[in-house]
């Protein structure tokens, strides 16, 4: 990972859903799905993408791939924004991104085999000649780990764990610089996740891939992230370095999630953070600090919850490798 090589830049971006009532499907209100998300994603590097359901996670992954249009902000892909960009030249830049989905059943062709799903992406972007695609559809299987016997075989022939070994397989056939891996293990047994997550990381080292890896299992993004961003309600509330940020937790809701994370020794116990109510509805966000009607710091203190209600937290600087958008942390640092 080169800090001085950023593939991907997200700036102020802002994704939000009309909502449509009566007879004429008036706009009533948004629902603010993504609001005001700004980070950069460096060439070969891991960034874990952890929230809540619901806190915007894939909606991010989507607006960067321009599967989802922005209302507001900019993706920068290798320095071209691709707001800008018109369709021919959008349709060069997919062959350099990519995704893993999180159902890997129903995002395959079920009446496709798995040779004529590899051999279309090739045929696509011409990635090989076409009397090398079946000879390419066969490096691909092994790759992966699957025989190559298997081209032949349909998507329901397979186990969930086969089926996105063949996923990560598509991605990787057009030879791309970033893959999006949008809750990639998160419906696989705990063993099988281990073989896909090593199988990444692997293909990472061998292919110089970027991943952004969004989930919520943190014990995952623990293992396979080296820098983590935390989200809630559509907002980035912490990013740091991975070790950083699961050693010296600052924000309050990045501690009550890491405190929900098992704690495989008996001998410790670990303190559990439960946080009161309900998240509040992303059509009608909190004012100031949308974590503050939950957050259990605020609670303890009438004067920083003055300050939460009131003012909406910015990301500040720990230091270069950690930003954080609390008003307790930033009173600590100035």
Same mark, same amino acid.
């Given at each position: 990972?080169?800090?001085?090589?950023?593939?991907?830049?997200?700036?102020?971006? =802002?994704?939000?859903?009309?909502? @449509?009532?009566?007879?004429?499907?008036?706009? $009533?209100?948004?629902?603010?799905?993504?609001?005001?998300?700004?980070?950069?994603?460096?060439?070969?590097?891991?960034?874990?993408?952890?929230?809540?359901?619901?806190?915007?996670?894939?909606?991010? *992954?989507?607006?960067?791939? =321009?599967?989802?249009?922005?209302?507001?902000?900019?993706?920068?892909?290798?320095?071209?924004?691709? +707001?800008? $960009?018109?369709?021919?030249?959008?349709?060069?830049?997919?062959?350099?991104?990519?995704?893993?989905?999180?159902?890997?059943?129903?995002?395959?062709?079920?009446?496709?085999?798995?040779?004529?799903?590899?051999?279309?992406?090739?045929?696509?972007?011409?990635?090989?000649?076409?009397?090398?695609?079946?000879?390419?559809?066969?490096?691909?299987?092994?790759?992966?780990?699957?025989? @190559?016997?298997?081209?032949? @075989?349909?998507?329901?022939?397979?186990?969930?764990?086969?089926?996105?070994?063949?996923?990560?397989?598509?991605?990787? +056939?057009?030879?791309?610089?970033?893959?999006?891996?949008?809750?990639?293990?998160?419906?696989?047994?705990?063993?099988?996740?281990?073989?896909?997550?090593?199988?990444?990381?692997?293909?990472?080292?061998?292919?110089?891939? $970027?991943?952004?890896?969004?989930?919520?299992?943190? $014990?995952?993004?623990?293992?396979?992230?080296?820098?983590?961003?935390?989200?809630?309600?559509?907002?980035?509330?912490?990013?740091?370095?991975?070790?950083?940020?699961?050693?010296?937790?600052?924000?309050?809701?990045?501690?009550?999630?890491?405190?929900?994370?098992?704690?495989?020794?008996?001998?410790?116990?670990?303190?559990?953070?439960?946080?009161? *109510?309900?998240?509040?509805?992303? +059509?009608?966000?909190?004012?100031?600090?949308?974590?503050?009607? @939950?957050?259990?710091?605020?609670?303890?203190?009438?004067?920083?919850?003055?300050?939460?209600?009131?003012?909406?937290?910015?990301?500040?600087?720990?230091?270069?490798?950690?930003?954080?958008?609390?008003?307790?942390?930033?009173?600590?640092?100035?």
């Amino acid at each position: 990972m080169s800090k001085n090589n950023i593939l991907v830049e997200v700036k102020n971006l =802002k994704k939000y859903f009309p909502i @449509r009532t009566g007879f004429l499907s008036k706009v $009533t209100g948004h629902v603010k799905a993504v609001d005001d998300v700004s980070f950069k994603l460096y060439q070969g590097e891991t960034m874990g993408l952890v929230g809540e359901s619901g806190c915007g996670k894939t909606t991010v *992954g989507r607006l960067i791939l =321009k599967l989802l249009a922005a209302t507001e902000g900019n993706v920068y892909f290798q320095g071209m924004d691709l +707001s800008k $960009t018109d369709k021919p030249t959008m349709r060069k830049l997919r062959r350099d991104m990519q995704i893993i989905f999180q159902d890997p059943y129903s995002s395959l062709n079920p009446r496709m085999t798995v040779g004529n799903m590899l051999s279309e992406a090739l045929k696509v972007h011409k990635v090989v000649p076409k009397d090398k695609i079946q000879k390419e559809v066969a490096r691909l299987l092994d790759i992966v780990g699957l025989p @190559r016997e298997h081209a032949s @075989r349909y998507p329901h022939e397979f186990s969930g764990g086969q089926r996105q070994r063949i996923g990560i397989a598509r991605a990787i +056939s057009v030879r791309p610089k970033l893959i999006i891996c949008d809750e990639a293990v998160s419906a696989l047994d705990v063993s099988i996740q281990a073989q896909v997550i090593n199988l990444l990381k692997e293909l990472q080292k061998e292919f110089n891939l $970027t991943y952004l890896f969004i989930a919520h299992d943190l $014990t995952v993004v623990e293992y396979i992230s080296d820098r983590v961003a935390v989200m809630y309600l559509g907002k980035i509330m912490e990013i740091a370095d991975a070790r950083e940020l699961y050693k010296n937790t600052l924000h309050p809701y990045s501690e009550a999630l890491l405190s929900a994370v098992p704690i495989p020794d008996p001998t410790k116990v670990s303190k559990r953070i439960i946080l009161k *109510g309900d998240i509040p509805s992303p +059509s009608n966000p909190p004012s100031g600090c949308s974590f503050h009607p @939950r957050c259990h710091v605020a609670a303890k203190n009438e004067e920083i919850m003055q300050e939460c209600t009131a003012d909406e937290p910015v990301l500040m600087e720990k230091s270069e490798e950690h930003q954080v958008a609390c008003h307790q942390v930033e009173s600590k640092l100035n």
